[in-house]
Nanobody, 125 residues
Framework: QVQLVESGGGSVQAGGSLRLSCTAS????????TGWFRQAPGKQRECVAS????????YYADIVQGRFTNSQDVAMARVYVQMNSLKPEDTTMYFC??????????????????WGRGTRVTVSS
């Protein structure tokens, strides 16, 4: 089992920045992928960034490419997403997720086994 706790959400003005953190506990050595997802009301959950825990490769959705930067501290079992140039449409709940085992994609929420409770990001215009 893996437990995930997000932190770092908050309110900023458009153009501002936030850094979200996700701390993992439990069987963290088994984590193969970690991702950041968001879900606005009435919309599907979408992955904005993920990282291959073992290889270090990062992946980004087109909508955040160049604005968000994903990083990890494997020793501390933490992942981060630095979010710059935030826009009002980035407002929503953000979730950290971890995958244990093989997956075919970097962004399919169905392939992630463990989820945090989320942290809210609000960007005002």
């Amino acid at each position: 089992q893996v437990q995930l706790v997000e932190s770092g959400g908050g309110s900023v003005q458009a153009g501002g920045s936030l850094r979200l953190s996700c701390t993992a506990s439990g069987n963290t050595d088994a984590i193969d992928f970690t991702g950041w997802f968001r879900q606005a009301p009435g919309k599907q959950r979408e992955c904005v960034a993920s990282v291959d825990t073992r290889g270090g490769r990062t992946y980004y959705a087109d909508i955040v490419q160049g604005r968000f930067t994903n990083s990890q501290d494997v020793a501390m079992a933490r992942v981060y997403v630095q979010m710059n140039s935030l826009k009002p449409e980035d407002t929503t709940m953000y979730f950290c997720a971890a995958r244990v085992g093989y997956g075919r994609t970097w962004n399919n929420p169905a392939e992630f086994n463990f989820w945090g409770r989320g942290t809210r990001v609000t960007v005002s215009s």
